[in-house]
């Protein structure tokens, strides 16, 4: 089974700043990779994934993540953050399309005015 | 269109009581996912179904939860007896041919 690592639990940055959300997985097979995003109350929304082709992806909302297959890592990234960037952010990982998906802790990032 | 349906979006219920949640796909999407998610945790994979068939139940407690997609469309997720420990948020999410999974807002369980 796939682990799945969110080193930060909480992020706290002003806004306009950049941030980087990072994230790493175990195994070393082919891997489909993805990002989520939760608001309050509210379900998962996908923010980026990488299947295959392009190690940087672009998401919705100006993020962007890259795949880094030697450091099996995909962190996330936003040149410059808004207010309304503040929820939590879930890494996920799947051996193959439709395969169980396994997801990290959770990142909170809050956006300081 | 429409996103995936969860009902009740939150439910008290006491100890050893019955619970039941219900979630409704994405129309035409054949895989349904059921979820559980602690707090401050990530979600992790109860049951998937492709149509009505369970293809991978191994992480779901049979000795109190079940769950049934009858027609291969909605689904409902029943624990029987409820423990302290089941209050989490329940997620169902739904994918056409087991591929980008939507969720629903989830059903937040607490049990008293």
């Known amino acids: 089974a796939q682990s799945v690592t969110q080193l930060d639990s909480q992020v706290p940055v002003f806004e306009e700043a950049p941030v980087e959300l990072r994230c790493n997985y175990s195994s070393s097979v082919s891997v489909y990779l993805f990002w989520y995003v939760q608001y309050p109350n509210q379900g998962l929304q996908l923010l980026l994934k990488y299947l295959s082709g392009s190690t940087l992806v672009k998401g919705i909302n100006g993020f962007e993540a890259e795949f880094n297959k030697s450091q099996t890592s995909f962190h996330l990234r936003k040149p410059s953050v808004h207010i309304s960037d503040t929820a939590e952010y879930f890494c996920?990982?799947?051996?193959?399309?439709?395969?169980?998906?396994?997801f990290g802790t959770g990142t909170s990032l809050t956006v300081i005015p | 269109e429409a996103g995936v349906v969860q009902s009740p979006r939150y439910k008290i219920i006491e100890k050893k009581q019955p619970v039941a949640f219900w979630c409704n796909p994405i129309s035409g999407h054949n895989t349904l996912y059921w979820y559980l998610q602690n707090l401050g945790q990530g979600p992790e994979l109860l049951i998937r179904y492709e149509n009505e068939e369970a293809v991978d139940d191994s992480q779901l407690p049979k000795d109190r939860f079940s769950a049934e997609r009858l027609k291969g469309v909605d689904s409902t997720l029943k624990i029987q007896p409820a423990e302290l420990g089941d209050s989490a948020v329940y997620l169902c999410?739904?994918?056409?041919?087991?591929?980008?999974?939507?969720f629903g807002p989830g059903t937040r369980l607490t049990v008293l």
């Open positions: 996920a990982v799947s051996e193959g399309t439709g395969n169980q998906f396994y």
């Open positions: 999410a739904s994918s056409l041919d087991r591929g980008e999974q939507f």
